[in-house]
């Protein structure tokens, strides 16, 4: 048996905001907050910077946020699941100056122009190797299982088991 398709209809008319529909903005926003552990803005404990600092780069993904403070410290939010928010510790004088956030790891650039990563290593993304001598790493990415440094040399080293 055939049947036919009903016949074309106008899409609804907006439906005015009613009070069910900030419920469920705020619910969002704390779903958000379990998952990246950002607390939203407006909420109240969103996280600020400390007095006189300011934040200057934001990675993130699905299950954790990097951000950037002006100081060249990195502050982690999130699910630690493969210890991506176990950042190392800086030596003396030695700030971060870009932060990356893949799937599993995070990837970060210092001032001396080295970079560390930390976190799951199964594809090897964690394993950044040592520059030559007068080289330094310029850039860091991070994708779901790969990291990409950028060489001051111009080139550009990939870390995966997978090819990309």
């Not at 008319?13 to 704390?30: H, K, M, N, R």
């Not at 999130?78 to 510790?89: E, H, L, M, V």
């Not at 964690?126 to 030559?132: G, V």
Request: hydrophobic share 45%; charged share 15%.
């Amino acid at each position: 048996m055939l049947r036919r398709r009903p016949a074309a209809r106008e899409p609804p008319a907006a439906e005015p905001v009613d009070a069910f529909t900030p419920c469920l903005a705020w619910a969002w926003a704390l779903v958000a907050l379990r998952i990246f552990g950002v607390p939203p803005l407006g909420h109240p404990d969103a996280y600020r910077a400390e007095e006189g600092l300011t934040f200057t780069q934001v990675a993130a993904n699905s299950l954790f946020t990097v951000l950037l403070r002006s100081d060249g410290i990195a502050v982690v939010f999130g699910g630690n699941y493969d210890g991506q928010c176990n950042i190392p510790a800086l030596d003396p004088g030695v700030t971060y100056t870009q932060v990356a956030a893949g799937e599993i790891h995070t990837v970060m650039l210092r001032s001396d122009g080295t970079a560390v990563a930390c976190g799951n290593n199964s594809a090897g993304q964690c394993s950044i190797p040592a520059l030559d001598a007068g080289l330094t790493y310029t850039q860091v990415a991070a994708g779901k299982t790969y990291t990409v440094l950028l060489r001051s040399d111009g080139t550009a080293v990939a870390l995966s088991l997978i090819h990309i």
